[in-house]
């Protein structure tokens, strides 16, 4: 990624071009000035901007920071320069925001379009494991989805670091389920790091400790061309620097609302700003920003994979972290980004659950004309007619039906003595798999 060049200093030019205020009257100057606003476009793409006649980007880079800077609010997290940083929300992020809660219904009115609490986990478990997939990714874990998706449902020991990466994630997300229900302190950041990188560390002990100094300092961030493009505060700063992140977490100062969306944002940009750990911090940040997000409430975030989003447009969410720095500490760039990121991630888990209730009742059409089949069986034989060759465990359907192990392998037996699937052992495990002439057997049964 190509470092950014910084944005004109404003208070320096506004003072040498205080007359400037007065071309704000002119409609094409406002309405270009409107338009940075809502867009909110970082200079290095606004000065390429077609501009007004006579008005030079520079000049209408200050008019919009003008329009702009009494907007904004500061947060207590402050650069290694003690400035602070800072947000305001444009009229199109307050748009987006409110079409994050109107999809976002209370839990009753959401779980009601799911036909049961198995399916609801059903739901649950398969987005744990698009987030821990997607995150592990933005950090370097080198594995397909298949691959990675095989692991977690079967229960396979991890083959590489990689794969430990994502079961880690895995893990956590599933911790965060309860650790909702608690404030977040610093035994418990710790804890999530240790779940989030554990046996994927150069250093072991690192693991759950905070960097320290003098050792630890030199740890930067860098890019994909081994640029620095950010070097976070020294660790001796860390204690104090944490104790205001976690009263900021816990909602100890309420002096000033702030959306919930919003802050979770801003606690994830928080934790990537200081950077507490020598490795993870990528991923502890977005742990921290679903913990927030649950403890408020926010339901659909069990469902949601923002690093799915974040994955796919990975250089766009580098660059808003550093324009955050690099525009006098204007963490909008940051905010704007990941509400775009959000609202594309809730609009894939509706899109998800259409398509998973069109397979239900699919599903349910199957073997009509048979009583002997339950719900979770008749969804297997589904999977088994779209993905032939496919290997089932006991395990595995276990996990996805969130049923006893009991209940699970009576599930298969029971198709095996059908004759739908036959059953072989591969070591310990028992391995099911679909008879060649399923849909055949199907069919007849139907007649």
């Known amino acids: 990624m190509q470092i950014p060049e910084n944005p004109p200093d404003f208070i320096q030019m506004f003072k040498d071009n205080s007359d400037v205020v007065k071309e704000l009257l002119k409609p094409e100057v406002r309405n270009l000035v409107d338009k940075s606003i809502r867009e909110y476009p970082y200079w290095s793409k606004f000065k390429y901007w077609q501009m007004p006649a006579g008005l030079t980007p520079e000049i209408a880079w200050v008019l919009r920071e003008f329009l702009a800077i009494g907007e904004r609010k500061n947060i207590p997290l402050r650069d290694t320069k003690s400035q602070p940083f800072s947000y305001w929300l444009p009229d199109s992020a307050q748009e987006t925001l409110h ?21 609801r986990d059903r739901y649950i478990v398969s987005s744990l494991m698009e987030e821990a997939i997607a995150s592990s990714q933005i950090e370097g874990a080198a594995t397909t989805r298949r691959v990675a998706k095989e692991m977690l449902r079967t229960g396979r020991p991890p083959a590489n670091k990689s794969e430990k990466m994502i079961l880690n994630n895995y893990r956590a997300m599933e911790r965060l389920r309860e650790l909702k229900k608690h404030p977040l302190t610093l035994e418990v950041l710790n804890e999530l790091h240790v779940i989030l990188t554990e046996g994927t560390l150069d250093d072991e002990a690192a693991s759950g400790r905070l960097r320290q100094s003098p050792k630890d300092d030199d740890v930067c961030v860098y890019d994909d061309e081994n640029n620095i493009i950010h070097r976070p505060p020294n660790g001796d700063e860390l204690p104090a620097r944490l104790d205001v992140f976690l009263k900021f977490a816990n909602d100890e100062d309420s002096r000033h609302f702030i959306h919930p969306v ?40 069990e469902f949601v994979s923002l690093s799915r989003m974040v994955l796919r447009a990975w250089k766009q969410y580098a660059r808003a972290f550093v324009y955050s720095e690099r525009a006098g500490n204007d963490v909008t760039y940051f905010i704007m980004f990941n509400l775009q990121a959000i609202q594309l991630a809730v609009g894939e888990v509706h899109r998800y659950i259409n398509k998973k209730q069109a397979e239900i009742n699919q599903a349910a059409t199957l073997l009509r004309g048979v009583d002997d089949f339950n719900r979770r069986q008749r969804e297997l034989l589904l999977d088994a007619l779209r993905k032939p060759g496919r290997i089932y465990s006991i395990y595995n359907h276990q996990k996805i039906h969130s049923i006893s192990y009991q209940s699970a392998r009576t599930d298969l037996l029971d198709l095996v003595a059908k004759k739908l699937f036959h059953v072989s052992k591969s070591g310990k495990t028992h391995e099911f798999m679909a008879v060649n002439n399923l849909r055949e057997l199907i069919d007849a049964k139907n007649q």
């Open 262 to 301: 919003v802050k979770a944002i801003l606690l994830h940009f928080w934790i990537g700003y200081i950077h507490p750990y020598v490795d993870g911090n990528g991923r502890t940040a977005r742990a921290v920003f679903y913990w927030y997000l649950l403890r408020k409430g926010y339901w659909l975030f």
């Open 99 to 119: 079409n994050i809660d109107r999809q976002n219904p209370g839990e009753k009115s959401f779980t009601g379009e799911i036909p049961s609490p198995q399916e």
